[in-house]
């Protein structure tokens, strides 16, 4: 026999096995090049945390992360600007 779970309760156990995404290191929007900051919004993709200059950005980055991130993680804009 198959008990329900209160949903609060299944909320709690599913972000319990959700990692911690990683902290956000870019200093350039993804996929604008925009300079980027603490204060500004930001995306999880994969496990890591990426600033954003604004939410479009977010939802391009989010519908096509290969597009604008190496396969590192790390963003195809930083290593074109160093």
């Known amino acids: 026999m198959i008990l329900p779970i ?3 309760l ?3 156990i599913a972000q319990e096995q959700q990692p ?13 090049g925009s300079k980027v900051g603490e204060n500004s919004k930001t995306v999880v993709i ?6 954003i ?13 290969d597009k604008y ?6 963003s195809k804009k930083e290593k074109t600007e160093k």
């Open 10 to 12: 299944f909320l709690a």
């Open 20 to 32: 911690t995404p990683k902290p956000a290191v870019n200093t350039l929007c993804p996929v604008m």
């Open 53 to 65: 200059c604004c939410p479009p950005c977010a939802a391009k980055l989010e519908k096509d992360p």
């Open 6 to 8: 209160p949903f609060a």
């Open 46 to 51: 994969k496990g890591q945390t990426y600033r």
């Open 69 to 74: 991130l190496n396969p590192d993680g790390t």
